[in-house]
């Protein structure tokens, strides 16, 4: 992954892979003495960030990480013209059978990745010896509860759209006598699919503004679902944009 995302499999990640349960944004482990912070992830024995094919060995990670992620605050252009490259060695006698991907930086991107065919004789779940104060069905829970919360499935409707949980309101009270596109193409997929994402934008800018309330909070509880629409509306156009959409080359 880059800029933030990657694996853990240390124990539980935080930043890039771990082995004992995922980690990532708005996930706690607990250490050896019960202390919740920040998960234990795969270090440079396993994982090893490398940059135009230089390991990066001399960053406080040790082993890339610190080094690789700051990158990606540049620009797309900046960071395109150079190389970027993650390796995950697996040993061959790996004493357990399950790491995750997760992301440090977002929340609810997390994955199991399943290891198979280790010469071990035996294999627990996840890796024992990077539990901390986690037992291994505490730390199983965790994985399980990002799925759980942040991880539904999606609708046949969001699946169609590109979205997320915006099939109510493609027919929500909130926008009955409202129109948010209209001509010809409203009636399409496309055009139902943007009324629906406008309509949830709609609904949920509305706010209530106690006299009390700080103006910058309330410019902000309005300006989240705005932008969150400028997201949904981004997935909508990739899921339907053709080449019709281009100008012909030249």
Not at 52 to 61: I, L, R
Not at 124 to 133: D, E, F, P, R, V
Not at 191 to 200: H, I, P, T
Request: negative net charge; charged residues 15%; proline residues 4%.
């Amino acid at each position: 992954g880059m800029g933030g995302g990657g694996m853990g499999g240390g124990g539980m990640g935080n930043a890039s892979m771990g082995g004992g349960a995922p980690g990532g944004h708005g996930t706690a482990c607990k250490d050896a003495q019960g202390v919740l912070g920040a998960c234990p992830e795969l270090e440079g024995d396993m994982l090893q960030y490398y940059i135009d094919g230089v390991a990066m060995t001399s960053d406080e990670s040790g082993f890339g990480l610190d080094a690789y992620e700051p990158e990606f605050f540049n620009s797309q252009v900046w960071w395109g013209a150079r190389s970027y490259t993650v390796t995950l060695t697996i040993p061959a006698n790996v004493t357990y059978s399950t790491i995750y991907y997760f992301c440090h930086v977002h929340g609810g991107m997390s994955a199991e990745i399943e290891i198979v065919d280790s010469t071990a004789p035996a294999q627990t779940k996840i890796n024992a010896a990077a539990l901390g104060g986690e037992t291994e069905e505490s730390a199983l829970a965790i994985y399980d509860d990002i799925v759980a919360t942040q991880q539904a499935d999606l609708s046949n409707y969001d699946a169609n759209c590109g979205t997320h949980n915006s099939e109510a309101f493609s027919d929500h009270t909130t926008c009955s006598s409202k129109n948010f596109v209209c001509g010809a193409g409203a009636s399409t997929d496309y055009g139902q699919c943007l009324a629906a994402v406008d309509c949830q934008m709609h609904h949920n800018m509305a706010v209530s503004m106690p006299a009390s309330a700080s103006r910058f909070a309330t410019f902000a509880r309005q300006m989240i679902p705005h932008h969150q629409n400028a997201v949904a509306m981004a997935k909508v156009l990739a899921m339907y944009q053709g080449a019709s959409d281009y100008p012909p080359d030249g």
